[in-house]
């Protein structure tokens, strides 16, 4: 089995795009966040979603309103629990285009500001 597409994303944003990451798949009763990052002065919530298709925006397409509505309630909620002050915030979504095998990644996209 294949390492799991948070722990890729984690890595490519702590070594490739300098973020620090800060929680990985926070829950509560509503969902879960796949994880949480600082990219500099901004805290990052970072969708998380992976594709063995040749069709990247098939993956980035499940990030639908709905979705967008559900990971902003969570942001509000985490923020609540760890009693973080008015912080900058943004959502960001990375993609992952999987080997057919679902082992590695052959492509990843990081889509700042996604929503």
């Known amino acids: 089995m294949g390492i799991s597409s948070e ?15 800060l929680d990985r798949n926070y829950r509560c009763p509503l969902g879960e966040i796949d ?22 925006d098939l993956a ?7 979705k967008q509505k559900k990971l902003r309630q969570l942001a509000s909620i985490y923020l609540n629990e760890k009693k973080i002050p ?19 990644a052959r492509e990843i996209g990081l889509y700042k500001n996604a929503f």
Do not use: W
Not at 7 to 21: P, T
Not at 35 to 41: E, F, T
Not at 60 to 66: D, I, N
Not at 97 to 103: A, G, Q, S, T, W
């Open 7 to 21: 722990k890729i994303a984690e890595q490519h944003l702590a070594s490739v795009e300098n973020y620090i990451i």
């Open 35 to 56: 994880l949480v990052a600082m990219d500099g002065n901004t805290l990052v919530f970072v969708e998380v979603r992976s594709s063995s298709s040749p069709y990247p």
């Open 60 to 66: 980035g397409e499940s990030v639908g309103f709905r």
């Open 86 to 104: 008015h912080f900058r915030c943004r959502f960001d979504v990375v993609i992952l285009l999987m080997d057919k095998e679902r082992k590695t």
